[in-house]
Structures are given as structure tokens and as C-alpha cells.
């Protein structure tokens, strides 16, 4: 009997209910941390089970072109991730530093809030046929750990990349992954987190301003 109570406790324990929280972000996850700059940030859902969307990601029918339904495999080779995968690469590829989370968004967009670890790379900076040139791309690249080779660009330490845009409808990160691509970049080590900037809202996770402030609206 007490066996079974102390199995009991450590799975409120695990689940969450030992922070007092109603919404966790799966089954077995309440929260955990992540670094963003020179801060740790707290990424757990918002425990008000009245929030909404803020203006900018509750609109449903945005003009197509350009804002069209993007496919959910955005290139061969390339995993499409969801929040849980996106949640378990930031515990771990991000946190000891064989990953990169890309805002490929422009930087207007990136300073009016991002997902917390993200740095941003604005997409045309990935692209050589959206007006990336070679020192553009070389910066870019280095951020990623790839180097610039005799014969071309050096990939033997290239980062994991989980890469994102505004959601759904969004084309800038599935562009740069296509740039990524174009110049050799391995899609084993690219991942397209297709939700973006709207599903994290809707999951109700935080966002930080790029100083590691959370975003209060």
C-alpha cells in the first residue's frame, strides 16, 4: 500500500500537479526552462483557461497569395514538427548546443515577440535567390555551424535547425529551408515547425521580446 501511494505521488510529481497547475503542456510536462540570451525563461502555458488570441494571429482569412496554406511536408527529407517535438528539441538539442531555434521571420516581426531560444535569421538571409549574397549567407550560415569550404561550403558541423515562421499560412521559414537546401544544406538536419508563431499562441506558451522580456499584451 505504501509503495502504490509513493508511485501515486511521483506521477502528480511528474505530470504537474505538484506546481498547482491546471494546463500543462503534455500529460507528463508542466514546464521547464530554456535560455534566451542571458536569461532563463519559463516555458509553461498560460493557466488562464479564458485567454485568447491577440489580434494579430486571431485573423482567419488572410489574402492568398501570399499568405497561403503551406503543405504540411515542406520539402523531401525535412520533418515537420509539431509543439510536443518542438518542446523536446528545445530540453535537449538546444539546450546542449547541437541545435539552433530559427525565427526565420523579417526583424519586425521578430522584435514584436519571438518563441523563447530563438535567434532570429530573417529568411532572405538564407536564400541566395531571395537577395542573400555571399558574405549575407556566410554570417548566416556560421550561426548554424557551417563554414565556408575551398569548394564550397562546409557542413560537417551544422547544428540541428528547427525553423519557423507566423504559422500555417506563413512562407518565410518554408523559404528558407529551400534556400537552406539549395546550397547543400542536410534536410536530415532541418526540422519546420509548420504551427509557428500562431499555434504557440493558441497553446497559450510564453513570448519573449528579444531582450528575454515575456511579452505582456
Not at 505504501?2 to 507528463?28: E, M
Not at 511536408?73 to 538539442?93: C, D, K, S, Y
Not at 518563441?115 to 537577395?131: A, V, Y
Not at 515547425?193 to 510564453?206: E, K
Amino acid at each position: 500500500m505504501k509503495v502504490f501511494a509513493i508511485s501515486i505521488l511521483l506521477a502528480f510529481v511528474i505530470s504537474g500537479t505538484a506546481y498547482g497547475q491546471k494546463v500543462n503542456i503534455t500529460r507528463d510536462l508542466a514546464q521547464f526552462q530554456v535560455r534566451h540570451g542571458d536569461r532563463m525563461i519559463t516555458v509553461t502555458r498560460n493557466q488562464d483557461t479564458g485567454a485568447t488570441l491577440d489580434s494579430d494571429f486571431a485573423l482567419t482569412s488572410r489574402p492568398c497569395p501570399p499568405f497561403c496554406a503551406q503543405p504540411m511536408q515542406t520539402a523531401p527529407g525535412v520533418e515537420t514538427i509539431g509543439e510536443v517535438e518542438l518542446t523536446r528539441f528545445m530540453q535537449t538539442r538546444l539546450a546542449d548546443g547541437s541545435g539552433v531555434l530559427v525565427d526565420a521571420r523579417t526583424e519586425d516581426w521578430h522584435k514584436r515577440g519571438t518563441i523563447p531560444g530563438s535567434i532570429n535569421i530573417p529568411f532572405n538571409q538564407l536564400h541566395p535567390g531571395q537577395g542573400a549574397d555571399e558574405i549575407t549567407l556566410e554570417d548566416a550560415l556560421a550561426r548554424l555551424g557551417v563554414k565556408e569550404g575551398g569548394d564550397g561550403w562546409d557542413f560537417s558541423q551544422a547544428k540541428q535547425v528547427a525553423i519557423w515562421c507566423n504559422g500555417p499560412w506563413c512562407g518565410q521559414s518554408p523559404t528558407a529551408i529551400r534556400g537552406m537546401l539549395s546550397i547543400g544544406y542536410p534536410a536530415d538536419k532541418i526540422l519546420y515547425y509548420r504551427g509557428g508563431m500562431q499555434l504557440w499562441q493558441i497553446f497559450g506558451l510564453p513570448v519573449v521580446i528579444p531582450d528575454g522580456a515575456l511579452k505582456s499584451d
